[in-house]
């Protein structure tokens, strides 16, 4: 399912509006993560690992809402940890449909066929399921077996109830460029839109051993898109950033484009890495010292590649030479020559290990709010009983 042509449109007009505005930095795409609790423990999933009592937390719907409000994204990607295990799931969708948002709720699918009730098809929103590649492969990615099989039943359940369904698929090293391509098929088969990101290196990930670098991403990337001329795969990104992904183009990424706000607040630089928090989106645009990351800059973003940084980037080239990206369009993704130069990475800083102290910092601060809690239920009480 392609995105619809109004919300292309709305997208397009907003990113005008910015430039006519002369804004510097915007947001393209909230991140909101109203939880960290999973029900999978993918290799390389760098979301999960946190201690219960973090994992125990949720955003409130009213704080989900406040964050879209705040923030002015003409989209909102909901990924988790597992948003349908939060409860008011449901609830914080409306009210984000209500303020005309586009909202991409992103699944493991695990629960989607028994909570679609809880939602109602409209052309904001649509579903963005966790699909990795073919049966083995996926299931071997997310450790357990037997989840693409639902995660298909519950894609044809969806799209059966009148829903927008995508996949999205995160790409590790080691996954065959021919399977990567039958796996595109497949969504073709299943008439979904696909989106696909190299696998971001986070440090906490389990599996650290199958992340790709940048010259690996582009060469498998080209292979990918070798094999797809003539076939009808429908990716949910820009050609630019596919572009991107094959090498062709030299983009820095855009950390402000996807800004991320999860329980713990707005999480500075970006989605990927967490270094700091900020408790609003002005704050977190104001305080950040954004010219500190991005790859050749940053040790921990050297092989970054990841949409969150990049489709931004590839969307606002798109503005501002719309005839390069429609040449890209109609004449297709180059896989062959002379790729773009390089980022010289001679200068990135080195990377700061803060991620443990500041689990630390968040843990003493939910443990004082319990406990402040925990005080004024007592009062109440006590001031009942009188
Ligand atoms: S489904 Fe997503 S959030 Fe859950 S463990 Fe896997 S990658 Fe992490
Ligand atoms: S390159 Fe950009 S998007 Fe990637 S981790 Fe660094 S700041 Fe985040």
Not at 283 to 295: A, F, P
Request: hydrophobic letters at 40%; aromatic letters at 10%; glycine letters at 8%.
């Amino acid at each position: 399912m392609a995105i619809p042509f109004f919300k292309e449109m709305r997208i397009g007009g907003y990113l005008i509006k910015q430039k006519l505005l002369g804004r510097k930095r915007y947001p393209l795409v909230l991140m909101l993560e109203p939880l960290f609790r999973c029900n999978l423990a993918c290799v390389g999933c760098g979301k999960i690992d946190y201690p219960d009592a973090i994992l125990n937390r949720r955003m409130t719907a009213q704080e989900c809402w406040d964050a879209a409000d705040e923030c002015g994204a003409p989209m909102v990607a909901i990924p988790g940890g597992e948003p349908l295990i939060h409860k008011e799931i449901g609830e914080i969708v409306r009210g984000l449909v209500a303020r005309k948002k586009f909202v991409s709720l992103c699944t493991n699918a695990l629960l989607l066929e028994k909570k679609l009730d809880l939602f109602e098809p409209s052309p904001y929103l649509f579903f963005s399921v966790h699909l990795d590649g073919l049966k083995e492969h996926h299931d071997k990615a997310v450790s357990q077996k037997g989840v693409f099989d639902r995660a298909v039943s519950a894609i044809k359940a969806a799209k059966a109830r009148g829903f927008t369904v995508n996949v999205n698929a995160t790409i590790f090293d080691g996954h065959p460029a021919e399977e990567i391509a039958k796996f595109l098929d497949l969504t073709v088969e299943l008439g979904v839109g696909v989106s696909m990101s190299p696998g971001y290196a986070y440090e906490r990930a389990p599996d650290q051993e199958h992340f790709l670098n940048r010259t690996k991403t582009k060469k498998l990337f080209r292979d990918v898109f070798a094999m797809g001329k003539g076939k009808k795969w429908n990716f949910m990104h820009s050609g630019l950033f596919l572009d991107f992904l094959a090498g062709n183009q030299e983009y820095e990424c855009t950390p402000w484009g996807m800004p991320a706000r999860n329980i713990f607040g707005w999480q500075k630089p970006c989605y990927l890495l967490g270094e700091g928090y900020a408790k609003t989106f002005k704050e977190l645009m104001d305080t950040t010292d954004w010219e500190t990351y991005g790859t050749g800059k940053y040790e921990k973003c050297a092989d970054c590649m990841a949409h969150c940084g990049y489709e931004p980037t590839a969307a606002t080239a798109a503005i501002n030479n719309p005839l390069k990206a429609m040449w890209v369009s109609l004449r297709g993704i180059r896989t062959t020559g002379p790729m773009a130069p390089e980022i010289d990475m001679s200068k990135q800083r080195p990377a700061q290990y803060i991620f443990s102290a500041e689990v630390q910092k968040r843990l003493s601060e939910i443990r004082k709010d319990e406990a402040a809690a925990a005080q004024e239920k007592a009062a109440r009480k006590a001031s009942t009983a009188a």
